[in-house]
């Protein structure tokens, strides 16, 4: 057999870097007295062990390489929004859950955030609360915790919002600002936990369930297992949104039924509100009741404008416009909770539900409400944080959106001082353009300009742009073909959606929804089964995969694309030129 022989290259090194190698030894004292070529080979090795292994590339669907991070593309997050979730999720996870997040990415660039979970530790998170919410004196010691902070900070978020802070000393602002601020944090720390959740709940639950069909009738089609698990995970309480459409209605219902007050809502809004407020007090106190309990239901990470009376108005103008059958829709929401609930109950006797597919159902119905629980605090506290800005804006002639710019510590001294250091100025406007965080327990490393770039580069997944067909949880079934609309923020899906198209988000909050009603069916990267875009596209019926983690890296604004919600498939077909 012929010797291989090994084939060696000449490689040139400068001269400055000879001299580090020479001086090498003074940090490294294992490389003392090997010659330079041994010394570059040796450290050669672990560098290349070091990319490899923080890579964990491996192959994923259609060839993709997969990385370190779930990795999530989002609206553009300035400092002071961020740093709370990231920050506090990274600081206090372990004590508010029990196990903890030890990394996490924040990036930016022009329009956009690229947001990243470490893999490692939302496995670790999951595995851990799957496993021990089993557990019953666990799991009501744990839920019950996470009912009674969820009061509280609707309350600390109230008494903000109703605080009159020109009367606040300097240090009465720093205090009330501080003491929110580590609440906002551990807030956010506990209901992490869902992002966790909404990963390895779906993969246990899904498999136990295809398990029990498997059991039941042999090999299951793909469409049939679709929809039977579609009825399991469909949730069998209202949404938020839900409630609040409820309430519009019946209160719809009412004008409709005074015929001289439906006949003055066909006014304009300037006409009708001083009518309202001088002949009908009682319409205008459920309108404000309405006001009280949901004026954060549209509000965004960097989305502000409250819903007002105004905007319920409007709402109720709209609806009587379109006269629609209200009692038909009253009671549509009513029965489908009622419906679910059956649906479930036949499900479980026909598949013999066990103690581990019960557990799993127990906890997927927990955390729905518990999404709704933290989409509600995320705006609030958001909203808060905010009051606080606008606060030291008046107060010191600060320009908010250089104060959102700024890290809390930051703030914390411009409290104290009233001032804004002169080298903030650029640092600010660096973080504008582009920055690069990640947060552990050791500190923030942090970049800006080319630099964050590259990092970022660096750490997140590798080019996916020659996928053209992908998978992701089926969260409500049905199958379309339509025009992609790509959007990072509401306000990009408020204005680029229309009737018909399909919206492509990294995930959706609350003030998406005007524009998930218009799409013809919904696609996201993040999420599971108990996420925003899974309940509000069941409750309306609109086809919906989510959890792709590629959609809105893969799809391109104007690409027609076919999403296939009952096998959990998109396609796309053609590319916009």
Request: hydrophobic share 35%; net charge positive; aromatic share 10%.
């Amino acid at each position: 057999m012929q010797e291989q022989h090994e084939k060696r290259q000449m490689v040139q090194i400068p001269s400055e870097q000879v001299k580090k190698l020479l001086e090498i030894d003074k940090i490294r004292s294992d490389l003392a007295n090997y010659p330079i070529s041994k010394k570059v080979h040796l450290l050669l090795q672990e560098k290349l062990a070091e990319v490899f292994q923080s890579k964990s590339w491996f192959p994923h669907q259609d060839g993709m390489l997969k990385g370190r991070w779930f990795e999530y593309i989002r609206e553009l997050f300035p400092m002071h929004i961020f740093a709370p979730i990231a920050v506090g999720v990274v600081n206090y996870s372990k004590e508010m859950i029990g196990e903890g997040y030890t990394k996490i990415l924040v990036a930016t660039e022009s329009d956009k955030t690229w947001w990243g979970n470490h893999k490692d530790d939302v496995y670790n998170v999951g595995n851990y609360l799957v496993k021990n919410l089993k557990n019953k004196s666990f799991a009501k010691t744990y839920y019950d915790k996470y009912l009674k902070f969820f009061e509280e900070m609707k309350k600390r978020c109230k008494e903000i919002r109703e605080l009159d802070f020109s009367k606040c000393s300097k240090d009465e602002l720093l205090e009330k600002y501080n003491v929110f601020y580590e609440k906002t944090k551990r807030y956010h720390a506990l209901s992490f936990d869902i992002d966790a959740i909404d990963i390895v709940l779906e993969e246990n639950m899904s498999k136990r369930f295809r398990a029990l069909l498997k059991t039941k009738y042999g090999e299951v089609k793909a469409a049939d297992f679709n929809t039977k698990y579609g009825m399991l995970t469909t949730p069998d309480e209202l949404s938020y949104l839900n409630k609040e459409q409820l309430e519009v209605y019946h209160l719809v219902k009412e004008i409709k039924d005074n015929k001289k007050l439906k006949e003055l809502f066909s006014y304009d809004i300037e006409v009708l509100y001083p009518i309202l407020n001088n002949d009908y007090s009682g319409i205008i106190q459920k309108i404000d009741k309405l006001v009280k309990e949901y004026w954060w239901i549209n509000l965004g990470w960097t989305i502000r404008a409250e819903k007002q009376t105004m905007h319920f108005i409007f709402d109720i103008k709209k609806i009587l416009k379109e006269n629609p059958n209200v009692e038909h829709e009253i009671k549509r929401i009513k029965d489908f909770s009622e419906k679910t609930k059956k649906d479930k109950k036949v499900l479980a006797k026909e598949l013999s539900f066990d103690e581990e597919t019960n557990h799993y159902i127990d906890i997927f119905e927990h955390y729905i409400a518990i999404h709704d629980w933290r989409k509600e605090i995320q705006m609030k506290t958001t909203a808060c944080l905010n009051l606080f800005l606008d606060e030291i804006s008046r107060r010191y002639s600060h320009r908010y959106d250089d104060l959102v710019w700024c890290w809390p510590w930051e703030i914390v001294e411009i409290i104290k001082t009233g001032k804004m250091r002169d080298e903030l100025y650029p640092e600010i406007r660096k973080r504008k353009e582009t920055y690069y965080t990640l947060t552990t327990a050791e500190g923030i490393e942090y970049h800006t300009g080319e630099m964050s770039i590259k990092k970022r580069k660096e750490e997140l997944a590798a080019d996916i742009g020659n996928i053209h067909n992908f998978s992701g949880i089926i969260a409500s079934i049905g199958k379309v073909t339509g025009k992609a609309k790509l959007c990072f923020s509401s306000q990009q899906a408020l204005q680029k959606v229309e009737k018909g198209d399909i919206l492509i988000a990294s995930m959706t909050q609350p003030d998406f929804l005007p524009a998930m009603k218009k799409a013809s069916a919904i696609i996201t990267d993040e999420g599971g089964i108990t996420c925003h875009a899974a309940i509000i596209s069941r409750e309306f019926k609109i086809p919906c995969i989510v959890g792709t983690k590629i959609a809105t890296r893969v799809i391109n604004d104007g690409d027609i694309i076919e999403v296939n919600a009952n096998h959990g498939t998109v396609k796309i077909i053609t590319r916009k030129e």
